[in-house]
């Protein structure tokens, strides 16, 4: 959390070459250009070898330079430790005539320097063109983000998105120097994380019988079945293309509510053992949540091992968000359970369950992440996202939690983008424009500042209940997480710099056929 935080310096002219999103910390043009060919050797310091495999996967796509190693080459990558004013992720660069340096003082900080190289190349390489001019503009940067967090969530448990998708998905964080996907495997309409010990998850939860169109409370629906798991090995795979791109996957099994996909496959994990419940078909909060008996605990702490064994982040997600009582309240074996514990009543069983959940990850040498909710107190080992109001990340970091800004008026992508007709389906209820992303707000009440040593960043969600296609998520996805990824990464407030810079940015995101003006393979109504 002590990271390292340059003087601001104002931002001269933009050259159109130098519209980098998000915008380094100190930026200098200079003169000249490097001539990336055939002949281009790459000098590449022990411990950076990923990054250059990243560099060379990226040109691979494009006829000219394969950067072959060399101990005189003129594109050097290098690791210095005593580089300490970089961080863990801070990269210098320096592009001149005569070569290019990128340097920094851990691996991570070459990832991101790859990035901002990618991002300096001519459009026409970023969108694989045979033959492009390789040329980058000289340039000196020096570049550290200002929050160890910022990431983006895909719910891939409404609608499911195929592996290869995802590895498209990561490589688009990356370009933007975000470095976390959350993966939202599980909810009431689908599980998609495969538990060898219960099959069942994905064999019966992983599919459902039809979708409802339009918002919670429609009474229709499309008749047609939705289904999909990813299999161990596609996650496992997921998770070291992530990890050669710098980005981490953090995994969302959520509980003890947004569970009906669970029920339906086990329904002994519910308060009504003997009750059949189907994978739901409708959006909105689900009533059935699951019951609180000893073998309901077991249970997910077997599916937990088994996601920690997939997936080595540091963090696992638990969920958490919007549990109905209803069903604890007139449970005598709840009731039950809530006077054993010594609990107040019922509704205390929310805090509890987190607690035994969270209690395995960080016996597990994980650190768990849960939703702020109105009313219910985490445990303390959580780091906790806050999705209603900022206020209640600033009460998480009182009670001594860490804090990921996610305001679902300011980072909620599945709002529409705007109100205008030509607008896709998407979440009802509110609208959240470019600016509105751009205003999130990481820094703590001004008589406060102390706070801010609890804040790791910030993070962008995309649910899909609306969103079924993979050019939906991208049309809904940007230009928005580009003033995220920008306001994650560099503290200063600078509107016009910023909407200067991702005017040329559009460019490359139409050279990578991102749809980020108009949807042309709109979601069906």
Same mark, same amino acid.
């Given at each position: 959390?002590?990271?390292?935080?340059?003087?601001?310096?104002?931002?001269?002219?933009?050259?159109?070459?130098?519209?980098?999103?998000?915008?380094?910390?100190?930026?200098?043009?200079?003169?000249?250009?490097?001539?990336?060919?055939?002949?281009?050797?790459?000098?590449?310091?022990?411990?950076?070898?990923?990054?250059?495999?990243?560099?060379?996967?990226?040109?691979?796509?494009?006829?000219?330079?394969?950067?072959?190693?060399?101990?005189?080459?003129?594109?050097?990558?290098?690791?210095?430790?005593?580089?300490?004013?970089?961080?863990?992720?801070?990269?210098?660069?320096?592009?001149?005539?005569?070569?290019?340096?990128?340097?920094?003082?851990?691996?991570?900080?070459?990832?991101?320097?790859?990035?901002?190289?990618?991002?300096?190349?001519?459009?026409?390489?970023?969108?694989?063109?045979?033959?492009?001019?390789?040329?980058?503009?000289?340039?000196?940067?020096?570049?550290?983000?200002?929050?160890?967090?910022?990431?983006?969530?895909?719910?891939?448990?409404?609608?499911?998105?195929?592996?290869?998708?995802?590895?498209?998905?990561?490589?688009?964080?990356?370009?933007?120097?975000?470095?976390?996907?959350?993966?939202?495997?599980?909810?009431?309409?689908?599980?998609?994380?495969?538990?060898?010990?219960?099959?069942?998850?994905?064999?019966?939860?992983?599919?459902?019988?039809?979708?409802?169109?339009?918002?919670?409370?429609?009474?229709?629906?499309?008749?047609?079945?939705?289904?999909?798991?990813?299999?161990?090995?596609?996650?496992?795979?997921?998770?070291?293309?992530?990890?050669?791109?710098?980005?981490?996957?953090?995994?969302?099994?959520?509980?003890?509510?947004?569970?009906?996909?669970?029920?339906?496959?086990?329904?002994?994990?519910?308060?009504?053992?003997?009750?059949?419940?189907?994978?739901?078909?409708?959006?909105?909060?689900?009533?059935?949540?699951?019951?609180?008996?000893?073998?309901?605990?077991?249970?997910?702490?077997?599916?937990?091992?088994?996601?920690?064994?997939?997936?080595?982040?540091?963090?696992?997600?638990?969920?958490?968000?919007?549990?109905?009582?209803?069903?604890?309240?007139?449970?005598?074996?709840?009731?039950?359970?809530?006077?054993?514990?010594?609990?107040?009543?019922?509704?205390?069983?929310?805090?509890?369950?987190?607690?035994?959940?969270?209690?395995?990850?960080?016996?597990?040498?994980?650190?768990?992440?849960?939703?702020?909710?109105?009313?219910?107190?985490?445990?303390?080992?959580?780091?906790?996202?806050?999705?209603?109001?900022?206020?209640?990340?600033?009460? #998480?970091? @009182?009670?001594? /939690?860490?804090?990921?800004?996610?305001?679902?008026? !300011? &980072?909620?992508? $599945?709002?529409? %983008?705007?109100?205008?007709?030509?607008?896709?389906?998407?979440?009802?209820?509110?609208?959240?424009?470019?600016?509105?992303?751009?205003?999130?707000?990481?820094?703590?009440?001004?008589?406060?500042?102390?706070?801010?040593?609890?804040?790791?960043?910030?993070?962008?969600?995309?649910?899909?209940?609306?969103?079924?296609?993979?050019?939906?998520?991208?049309?809904?996805?940007?230009?928005?997480?580009?003033?995220? #990824?920008? @306001?994650?990464? /560099?503290?200063?407030?600078?509107?016009?710099?910023? !909407? &200067?810079?991702? $005017?040329?940015? %559009?460019?490359?995101?139409?050279?990578?056929?991102?749809?980020?003006?108009?949807?042309?393979?709109?979601?069906?109504?």
């Amino acid at each position: 959390m002590d990271l390292p935080r340059p003087a601001h310096r104002p931002a001269r002219p933009a050259r159109p070459d130098l519209t980098l999103v998000p915008r380094p910390r100190r930026l200098s043009p200079r003169p000249g250009r490097f001539r990336l060919d055939a002949g281009t050797r790459l000098r590449v310091a022990p411990g950076a070898e990923t990054a250059a495999d990243l560099l060379r996967a990226y040109l691979a796509t494009v006829t000219g330079p394969c950067l072959e190693p060399a101990d005189d080459g003129a594109f050097v990558l290098a690791l210095d430790p005593a580089l300490t004013g970089l961080g863990r992720e801070g990269y210098g660069l320096t592009v001149s005539e005569q070569g290019v340096l990128l340097r920094a003082a851990r691996p991570a900080g070459l990832l991101r320097g790859v990035q901002t190289v990618r991002q300096l190349l001519p459009y026409e390489a970023l969108a694989g063109t045979s033959g492009a001019d390789l040329e980058l503009p000289g340039v000196e940067i020096t570049d550290v983000p200002a929050h160890p967090w910022r990431g983006m969530l895909l719910d891939v448990a409404r609608h499911f998105q195929p592996v290869s998708y995802l590895h498209r998905f990561v490589d688009l964080l990356a370009l933007h120097k975000l470095n976390v996907l959350q993966l939202h495997l599980t909810d009431d309409q689908g599980w998609r994380m495969p538990v060898a010990a219960h099959p069942r998850l994905t064999e019966v939860g992983g599919r459902r019988a039809q979708s409802m169109v339009g918002p919670a409370g429609s009474d229709r629906f499309d008749g047609r079945p939705h289904g999909g798991a990813y299999t161990r090995a596609e996650l496992a795979g997921l998770v070291s293309y992530a990890a050669a791109r710098g980005v981490t996957v953090v995994p969302e099994i959520g509980v003890p509510g947004h569970v009906r996909s669970a029920l339906a496959a086990y329904p002994e994990l519910g308060n009504h053992p003997d009750r059949r419940l189907d994978v739901w078909t409708r959006w909105g909060v689900c009533a059935n949540v699951l019951g609180v008996g000893d073998h309901v605990l077991d249970f997910f702490r077997t599916v937990l091992d088994e996601v920690m064994d997939v997936f080595p982040s540091p963090y696992v997600h638990l969920g958490g968000d919007e549990v109905p009582t209803g069903e604890w309240e007139s449970s005598p074996a709840a009731v039950a359970r809530a006077a054993r514990e010594g609990l107040s009543g019922p509704r205390a069983l929310h805090g509890w369950f987190m607690d035994r959940m969270a209690g395995h990850v960080v016996r597990a040498g994980r650190r768990p992440v849960a939703w702020a909710e109105d009313g219910a107190t985490l445990p303390l080992s959580c780091t906790v996202m806050s999705w209603r109001t900022p206020e209640h990340a600033w009460a #998480a970091a @009182r009670r001594g /939690h860490d804090v990921i800004h996610a305001d679902h008026r !300011r &980072t909620y992508f $599945d709002y529409a %983008r705007g109100s205008g007709p030509g607008e896709p389906p998407a979440q009802p209820g509110h609208t959240t424009g470019l600016r509105s992303v751009y205003d999130v707000e990481l820094l703590p009440p001004p008589d406060e500042p102390e706070l801010a040593g609890r804040v790791l960043g910030a993070q962008g969600q995309l649910w899909t209940e609306f969103v079924p296609t993979p050019a939906h998520i991208e049309y809904l996805t940007f230009p928005r997480l580009c003033a995220l #990824a920008e @306001r994650a990464w /560099h503290p200063a407030d600078d509107w016009r710099d910023f !909407r &200067t810079r991702l $005017d040329g940015h %559009r460019a490359r995101l139409t050279a990578l056929g991102v749809p980020h003006d108009t949807l042309r393979d709109p979601a069906p109504a």
